[in-house]
C-alpha cells in the first residue's frame, strides 16, 4: 500500500507526516519525501509517525539515512508521534538511543 | 493437535501486507498478545523482504510459500523459495553500534524468535525455519 506523505515548511522547521505502513515497497516514499528536505538543507525535520501502524528495517533504514545526511549540513531530524509498535522497533534495534523520539508534534518543535 | 496454515505469495513487495494481516490472524489463534504478535510479524516480515531482496534479486512474480503451524507449545513458521541459495556463512546481523542504514533484518529475526534455522545443503531454494515458544499462560 502507498503512503499519504504531507509536509510543511515553516521557518527553520519543517514537519513530515506519513500516514500508513512503511516496508520495502513503501519505504522509498519516505525516502524520497525525506531527500526532498535534506537538498533544501532544512534546519529540523519532524518525521511525524503518529500514523503509521507498521514500519519494518527499511522504514528504520531510511530514518538513519535521513539522520546522518542532516548531521552532515547541521540540521536535525528528530520522530514524533510513535505507536507502541513502531516504537518497539526503534527499541529493538536500540536507535532509541540515537535518535531524539517526541511524543508529538508539539513536544519536538518546543524541544527538539 | 497441530494446526496448519499455508499461505503462498510471489514475491512482490505490495502483497507483503497481506502476508502481515494473515501472520497476525495466526499469532492471535495461537494466543499471543499484541505486542508478541507485532514483533513476530515484523521477523517475518524482514525474512519474507529478505527472500524478495536477496534469493530473488527484487524480481517479483517468484514463488514464497510460509507454512505456519500452530503446536501445542510453539508457533512454527517453514519459509520456502526457489530463488539463489543463500550462502549461510554470509547470514550475520551488524554490529548495532554501527549506526547506519541496512542490515538490520537478520538481527531482528534472530532477536524476535527463539530458533531460526536455514536449511543447509538444499538442491535448489531456500528454507528458513522459526519457530516462537506460546508463553503458557497463553495457551
Do not use: W
Not at chain 2, 535448489?124 to 495457551?139: C, E, F, T, Y
Amino acid at each position: 500500500m502507498s503512503l499519504k506523505i504531507s509536509n510543511s515548511v515553516k521557518g527553520k522547521t519543517a514537519v513530515l507526516k506519513i500516514d500508513g505502513e512503511v516496508d520495502m515497497f513503501s519505504s522509498p516514499q519516505a525516502r524520497n519525501a525525506i531527500m526532498e528536505l535534506v537538498k533544501q538543507r532544512v534546519p529540523k525535520v519532524i518525521v511525524d509517525l503518529s500514523e503509521v501502524s507498521y514500519m519494518d528495517s527499511s522504514g528504520v533504514a531510511t530514518l538513519i539515512e535521513g539522520l546522518q545526511l542532516c548531521h552532515k549540513y547541521n540540521g536535525k531530524l528528530v520522530v514524533a508521534g510513535l505507536r507502541a509498535n513502531v516504537r518497539e522497533v526503534f527499541e529493538l534495534t536500540r536507535l532509541d538511543k540515537i535518535f531524539q523520539i517526541f511524543q508529538d508534534v508539539e513536544a519536538a518543535k518546543t524541544n527538539g | 493437535m497441530t494446526k496448519i496454515i499455508v499461505l503462498n505469495l510471489t514475491s512482490d513487495p505490495p502483497l507483503l501486507s497481506v502476508m502481515r494481516a494473515a501472520v497476525s490472524k495466526v499469532c492471535e489463534i495461537a494466543g499471543f498478545d499484541a505486542m508478541d504478535t507485532s514483533k513476530i510479524i515484523l521477523a517475518i516480515d524482514e525474512a519474507c523482504s529478505n527472500i524478495i531482496r536477496h534469493a530473488y534479486k527484487g524480481k517479483g512474480g517468484q514463488s514464497i510459500r510460509i507454512t505456519c503451524k500452530i503446536k501445542p507449545t510453539k508457533l512454527e513458521f517453514i519459509l520456502e523459495d526457489e530463488g539463489e541459495p543463500a550462502d549461510l556463512k554470509k547470514i550475520k546481523s551488524r554490529p548495532l553500534d554501527e549506526i547506519r542504514p541496512g542490515g538490520l533484518g537478520v538481527y531482528i529475526i534472530t532477536s524476535v524468535m527463539d530458533k531460526v534455522k536455514y536449511a543447509d545443503g538444499l538442491e535448489a531454494g531456500n528454507r528458513l525455519v522459526m519457530q516462537k515458544s506460546i508463553p503458557k499462560d497463553k495457551k
